[in-house]
Protein backbone atom coordinates (compact mmCIF):
# COMPACT_ATOMS: atom_id res chain seq x y z
CA UNK A 1 0.00 0.00 0.00
CA UNK A 2 0.57 3.99 0.07
CA UNK A 3 3.20 4.67 2.17
CA UNK A 4 3.77 8.78 2.85
CA UNK A 5 6.84 10.12 4.73
CA UNK A 6 6.74 13.47 6.13
CA UNK A 7 9.90 15.85 7.26
CA UNK A 8 10.50 17.40 9.50
CA UNK A 9 8.93 16.53 12.37
CA UNK A 10 9.17 19.85 14.56
CA UNK A 11 10.06 23.23 12.89
CA UNK A 12 10.03 26.38 14.95
CA UNK A 13 10.47 29.56 13.27
CA UNK A 14 9.76 33.45 13.90
CA UNK A 15 6.93 35.05 12.73
CA UNK A 16 7.03 36.71 9.37
CA UNK A 17 9.88 33.69 7.88
CA UNK A 18 8.80 30.52 5.85
CA UNK A 19 8.21 28.04 6.63
CA UNK A 20 8.47 25.03 4.54
CA UNK A 21 7.39 20.93 5.03
CA UNK A 22 8.28 17.65 2.68
CA UNK A 23 6.64 14.99 2.26
CA UNK A 24 7.11 11.44 -0.21
CA UNK A 25 4.92 8.70 -1.08
CA UNK A 26 5.77 5.25 -2.75
CA UNK A 27 2.82 5.03 -4.70
CA UNK A 28 3.17 6.53 -7.96
CA UNK A 29 -1.16 5.75 -8.79
CA UNK A 30 -1.69 8.75 -5.84
CA UNK A 31 -3.30 11.37 -7.74
CA UNK A 32 -4.28 13.91 -4.75
CA UNK A 33 -1.91 15.31 -2.25
CA UNK A 34 -3.99 16.94 0.53
CA UNK A 35 -2.50 19.51 3.61
CA UNK A 36 -4.35 19.56 6.75
CA UNK A 37 -4.24 21.73 9.64
CA UNK A 38 -4.83 20.05 12.82
CA UNK A 39 -5.05 22.17 16.15
CA UNK A 40 -4.97 20.13 19.18
CA UNK A 41 -8.01 17.87 20.00
CA UNK A 42 -10.03 19.58 16.36
CA UNK A 43 -10.92 18.15 13.46
CA UNK A 44 -8.04 17.78 10.06
CA UNK A 45 -8.97 20.46 7.97
CA UNK A 46 -8.03 21.27 4.49
CA UNK A 47 -6.04 24.36 3.51
CA UNK A 48 -4.63 23.42 -0.05
CA UNK A 49 -4.68 20.45 -2.22
CA UNK A 50 -2.83 19.38 -5.42
CA UNK A 51 -3.81 16.95 -7.81
CA UNK A 52 -1.40 15.08 -10.26
CA UNK A 53 -1.80 16.86 -13.53
CA UNK A 54 -0.50 20.47 -11.45
CA UNK A 55 2.79 21.28 -10.82
CA UNK A 56 2.23 23.94 -8.32
CA UNK A 57 -0.66 25.75 -6.84
CA UNK A 58 -0.64 29.10 -4.33
CA UNK A 59 -3.69 30.68 -2.26
CA UNK A 60 -2.24 33.74 -0.45
CA UNK A 61 0.90 32.65 2.18
CA UNK A 62 0.80 29.02 1.11
CA UNK A 63 1.71 27.16 -1.60
CA UNK A 64 2.03 23.50 -2.48
CA UNK A 65 4.66 22.37 -5.43
CA UNK A 66 4.50 18.54 -6.40
CA UNK A 67 7.30 17.10 -8.05
CA UNK A 68 5.53 12.97 -10.10
CA UNK A 69 8.86 12.27 -11.33
CA UNK A 70 10.75 12.62 -7.73
CA UNK A 71 7.48 11.90 -5.53
CA UNK A 72 7.60 14.51 -3.59
CA UNK A 73 5.63 17.42 -2.72
CA UNK A 74 6.10 20.43 -0.51
CA UNK A 75 4.16 22.89 1.75
CA UNK A 76 5.06 26.62 1.85
CA UNK A 77 3.90 29.12 4.25
CA UNK A 78 5.19 32.63 3.47
CA UNK A 79 5.27 35.68 6.21
CA UNK A 80 4.19 33.46 9.03
CA UNK A 81 1.93 34.20 11.73
CA UNK A 82 1.59 33.04 15.72
CA UNK A 83 -1.79 31.43 14.40
CA UNK A 84 0.00 29.47 11.77
CA UNK A 85 1.12 27.58 14.75
CA UNK A 86 -0.76 23.50 14.60
CA UNK A 87 0.72 20.52 13.54
CA UNK A 88 0.30 19.87 9.84
CA UNK A 89 0.09 16.58 7.68
CA UNK A 90 0.14 15.53 4.48
CA UNK A 91 -1.62 12.86 2.71
CA UNK A 92 -1.94 11.33 -0.05
CA UNK A 93 -4.97 9.37 -2.52
CA UNK A 94 -5.80 7.34 -5.47
CA UNK A 95 -8.53 7.90 -7.13
CA UNK A 96 -8.73 4.60 -9.89
CA UNK A 97 -12.18 5.61 -11.58
CA UNK A 98 -14.42 2.85 -9.46
CA UNK A 99 -11.95 0.75 -7.94
CA UNK A 100 -10.75 2.90 -5.11
CA UNK A 101 -12.77 5.65 -3.06
CA UNK A 102 -9.97 8.14 -1.96
CA UNK A 103 -9.19 6.75 1.32
CA UNK A 104 -6.09 9.46 2.67
CA UNK A 105 -2.67 8.05 3.23
CA UNK A 106 -1.30 10.61 6.23
CA UNK A 107 2.37 11.63 6.65
CA UNK A 108 3.53 11.34 10.06
CA UNK A 109 2.59 15.23 10.59
CA UNK A 110 4.75 18.68 11.21
CA UNK A 111 4.49 20.39 14.91
CA UNK A 112 4.74 24.18 13.73
CA UNK A 113 5.30 26.68 16.20
CA UNK A 114 5.44 30.28 15.16
CA UNK A 115 7.24 32.34 17.68
CA UNK A 116 5.95 35.71 17.78
CA UNK B 1 -22.78 25.54 5.75
CA UNK B 2 -24.16 22.21 7.31
CA UNK B 3 -20.66 20.47 8.38
CA UNK B 4 -20.27 16.48 9.06
CA UNK B 5 -21.96 15.84 12.60
CA UNK B 6 -20.98 13.07 14.72
CA UNK B 7 -22.07 11.90 17.87
CA UNK B 8 -21.46 11.41 20.84
CA UNK B 9 -18.22 13.72 21.50
CA UNK B 10 -16.91 11.88 24.85
CA UNK B 11 -17.18 8.53 25.42
CA UNK B 12 -15.74 6.29 28.26
CA UNK B 13 -16.44 2.60 28.40
CA UNK B 14 -14.70 0.57 30.25
CA UNK B 15 -12.18 -2.64 28.57
CA UNK B 16 -14.64 -5.75 26.97
CA UNK B 17 -17.61 -3.44 27.07
CA UNK B 18 -18.98 -2.00 23.60
CA UNK B 19 -19.27 1.08 21.99
CA UNK B 20 -21.21 2.85 18.80
CA UNK B 21 -20.10 5.55 17.11
CA UNK B 22 -22.20 7.93 14.45
CA UNK B 23 -21.90 10.11 11.56
CA UNK B 24 -23.85 12.14 9.62
CA UNK B 25 -22.12 13.05 6.47
CA UNK B 26 -22.56 16.57 4.92
CA UNK B 27 -26.49 16.04 2.65
CA UNK B 28 -25.63 15.20 -1.26
CA UNK B 29 -22.05 13.69 0.16
CA UNK B 30 -21.26 9.91 -1.81
CA UNK B 31 -18.70 8.68 0.17
CA UNK B 32 -17.68 8.50 3.78
CA UNK B 33 -14.52 7.75 5.88
CA UNK B 34 -13.75 6.54 9.04
CA UNK B 35 -10.78 7.42 10.66
CA UNK B 36 -8.93 6.92 13.63
CA UNK B 37 -5.93 9.17 15.36
CA UNK B 38 -4.29 7.91 18.78
CA UNK B 39 -2.58 10.52 20.50
CA UNK B 40 0.17 12.13 18.66
CA UNK B 41 -0.25 10.30 15.73
CA UNK B 42 -1.44 10.49 12.37
CA UNK B 43 -5.06 9.42 11.24
CA UNK B 44 -5.25 5.78 10.19
CA UNK B 45 -7.73 4.86 7.24
CA UNK B 46 -10.36 2.46 9.00
CA UNK B 47 -13.08 1.96 6.63
CA UNK B 48 -15.00 3.50 3.46
CA UNK B 49 -18.84 3.56 2.00
CA UNK B 50 -19.66 5.01 -1.14
CA UNK B 51 -23.06 5.18 -1.65
CA UNK B 52 -24.41 3.02 1.51
CA UNK B 53 -22.07 -0.02 -0.09
CA UNK B 54 -18.76 -0.64 1.53
CA UNK B 55 -15.73 0.65 -0.64
CA UNK B 56 -12.74 0.09 0.79
CA UNK B 57 -11.30 -1.50 4.34
CA UNK B 58 -8.32 -0.54 5.91
CA UNK B 59 -6.55 -1.45 9.09
CA UNK B 60 -9.67 -2.18 11.12
CA UNK B 61 -10.12 -4.71 13.28
CA UNK B 62 -12.23 -7.48 13.37
CA UNK B 63 -13.75 -6.59 16.76
CA UNK B 64 -14.80 -3.70 14.67
CA UNK B 65 -17.93 -3.06 12.21
CA UNK B 66 -19.39 -0.18 10.60
CA UNK B 67 -22.74 0.33 7.89
CA UNK B 68 -24.36 3.37 6.00
CA UNK B 69 -27.94 3.66 6.45
CA UNK B 70 -30.61 4.22 3.82
CA UNK B 71 -30.49 7.95 5.19
CA UNK B 72 -26.40 7.76 4.75
CA UNK B 73 -25.49 7.98 7.84
CA UNK B 74 -22.76 5.31 9.07
CA UNK B 75 -22.52 3.53 12.56
CA UNK B 76 -18.86 3.06 14.10
CA UNK B 77 -19.13 -0.84 15.96
CA UNK B 78 -16.68 -1.78 18.21
CA UNK B 79 -17.02 -4.55 20.53
CA UNK B 80 -14.49 -6.39 23.21
CA UNK B 81 -12.82 -2.84 23.72
CA UNK B 82 -9.34 -2.66 24.34
CA UNK B 83 -6.72 -0.04 26.16
CA UNK B 84 -5.32 0.85 22.65
CA UNK B 85 -8.64 1.61 20.96
CA UNK B 86 -8.61 4.99 23.32
CA UNK B 87 -8.41 7.15 20.61
CA UNK B 88 -9.94 10.53 18.55
CA UNK B 89 -12.40 8.82 15.65
CA UNK B 90 -13.22 11.14 12.67
CA UNK B 91 -15.12 10.60 10.34
CA UNK B 92 -14.99 12.38 6.78
CA UNK B 93 -17.49 12.61 3.91
CA UNK B 94 -17.03 14.02 0.26
CA UNK B 95 -18.34 14.29 -3.38
CA UNK B 96 -16.84 12.32 -5.57
CA UNK B 97 -13.52 11.27 -6.62
CA UNK B 98 -10.92 12.85 -5.94
CA UNK B 99 -11.96 15.65 -3.89
CA UNK B 100 -12.08 17.11 -0.62
CA UNK B 101 -12.78 15.41 2.58
CA UNK B 102 -14.70 16.85 4.93
CA UNK B 103 -14.14 16.00 8.69
CA UNK B 104 -16.28 15.96 11.67
CA UNK B 105 -15.50 17.22 15.14
CA UNK B 106 -14.69 13.44 16.50
CA UNK B 107 -15.45 11.25 19.19
CA UNK B 108 -13.04 10.90 21.67
CA UNK B 109 -13.17 7.33 22.86
CA UNK B 110 -11.39 6.67 26.40
CA UNK B 111 -11.21 2.70 27.39
CA UNK B 112 -10.26 2.35 30.98
Known amino acids: GENVEQHPSTLSVQEGDSAVIKCTYSDSASNYFPWYKQELGKRPQLIID?????GEKKDQRIAVTLNKTAKHFSLHITETQPEDSAVYFC???????????????FGQGTILTVHP | AAGVIQSPRHLIKEKRETATLKCYPI?????VYWYQQGPGQDPQFLIS???????DKGSIPDRFSAQQFSDYHSELNMSSLELGDSALYFCASSLGQPNEQFFGPGTRLTVL
Open chain 1, 50 to 54: IRSNV
Open chain 2, 27 to 31: PRHDT
Open chain 1, 91 to 105: AASIYAGGTSYGKLT
Open chain 2, 49 to 55: FYEKMQS
